[in-house]
C-alpha cells in the first residue's frame, strides 16, 4: 500500500515468468486504500477501483487515466465523502427487468 508515500498501486504478478508490472504506474489517477480497497478488471481493458475510505469508485483505462469517478457525498456536508465498501460493474444485459423501487407505478 505504500504507506510511507500516501498513494497505492495495483501490480500484476505474470504466474509463469514472474515479471510484476504497475498497469497504472504512467497513469494520472491517484489514490489511497490503507486497507479493503478492491479492483475488478473489465473486458474491454479498464479498470474499475474502489477506495473504501476516499468514498469514491474510479474507471481508468488501461493506460491508467481516470474515465469516470464517483463521489459518495454525504447530504449537507460539504467535502465530506460516506464509506464506499464495495463496487461491481454489471454488464448492460445483466437484468432481465430494471429494478424499481415499490412505491413507483
Not at 469514491?56 to 465530506?80: H, K, M, P, W, Y
Request: with cysteine; net charge negative; glycine share 10%.
Amino acid at each position: 500500500n505504500n504507506t510511507d508515500r500516501g498513494r497505492s498501486e495495483i501490480l500484476r504478478i505474470h504466474p509463469g515468468t514472474d515479471e510484476i508490472t504497475s498497469p497504472l504506474h504512467d497513469g494520472d489517477l491517484r489514490f489511497y486504500a490503507l486497507a479493503m480497497g478492491k479492483h475488478q478488471n473489465l473486458p474491454d481493458g479498464q479498470m474499475l477501483i474502489t477506495v473504501p475510505d476516499e468514498g469514491r469508485v474510479v474507471l481508468v483505462d488501461s493506460q491508467g487515466d481516470l474515465v469516470a469517478e464517483f463521489n459518495n457525498l454525504v447530504d449537507g456536508l460539504a467535502g465530506i465523502q460516506a464509506h464506499v465498501s464495495h463496487a461491481m460493474w454489471l454488464p448492460p444485459a445483466y437484468f432481465s427487468r430494471v429494478p424499481g423501487c415499490a412505491h413507483e407505478s
